[in-house]
């Protein structure tokens, strides 16, 4: 199905365990991005991709890994998960243009226990 | 740096009133384009409109309408005749150029819950 889907919806870990949450996208935007959202922060860049193999941090980096090989998948790490990574995870993508809005996924809620 | 302020953080309206919501924002950039978003109580990110930089023309959709004025740096949102339907997170978001040149991200301001009653 076309679209951007994340990948477990719902996920429980524990302190100090890695954990990856999945992107994909079937719409070829070179653009994607990683957010957290936080009650009372809003939404919090991560990282984002301009294109296969080009990757920059955002306003909360640390903590998060990110790589993209293939223009469909960005996948989000946690090296090493800390409780307050507890948070909802939301993934974009985006055409290359600067004006175009993102299409978001549907989040994934992490809960680090 | 760049930012986006929505300083209300909660608005409770009863149905059919109007309600704005106010959305400031700091650039250098001379080129910028502003967005907002609905989260609704269900969680998925819904793109409303976007606006850049040079187009001060207000908008209206229906009963939604925006408000952009570029000598007070901001982008505010109107609905009237509010619904319960209405009643959402509604965030509002600011382009900013990327360290790798030609790249570009979105910031986003903490939103306004907007809470609409019956």
């Known amino acids: 199905d076309a679209g951007i889907t994340q990948s477990p919806r719902y996920k429980i870990t524990e302190t100090g365990r890695q954990v990856t949450l999945m992107c994909h996208q079937t719409?070829?935007?070179?653009?994607m991005f990683w957010y957290r959202q936080d009650l009372g922060h809003g939404l919090r860049l991560i990282y984002y991709?301009?294109?296969?193999?080009?990757?920059d941090k955002g306003e909360v980096p640390d903590g998060y890994v990110v790589s993209r090989s293939k223009t469909e998948n960005f996948p989000l790490t946690l090296e090493s998960a800390t409780r307050s990574q507890t948070s909802v995870y939301f993934c974009?993508?985006?055409?290359?243009?600067?004006?175009?809005?993102?299409?978001f996924g549907s989040g994934t809620r992490l809960t680090v226990v | 740096a760049q930012k986006v302020t929505q300083a209300q953080t909660e608005i409770s309206v009863v149905e059919k009133e109007d309600v704005t919501l106010d959305c400031v924002y700091e650039?250098?950039?001379?080129?910028?384009?502003l967005f907002w978003y609905k989260q609704p109580p269900s969680g998925e990110l819904v793109f409303l409109i976007r606006r850049n930089s040079f187009d001060e023309q207000n908008e209206i959709s229906g009963r939604y309408s925006w408000n952009f004025q570029k000598s007070t740096s901001s982008f505010n949102f109107t609905i009237t005749a509010s619904q319960v339907v209405d009643s959402a997170v509604y965030f509002c978001a600011l382009s900013e150029e990327g360290r790798i040149s030609g790249t570009y991200k979105y910031i986003f301001g903490t939103g306004t819950r907007l809470k609409v009653l019956a």
């Open positions: 719409w070829s935007h070179s653009y």
């Open positions: 974009a993508s985006s055409e290359l243009k600067r004006g175009y809005g993102y299409t």
């Open positions: 650039t250098r950039d001379t080129t910028y384009y």
């Open positions: 991709s301009a294109a296969a193999d080009i990757t």
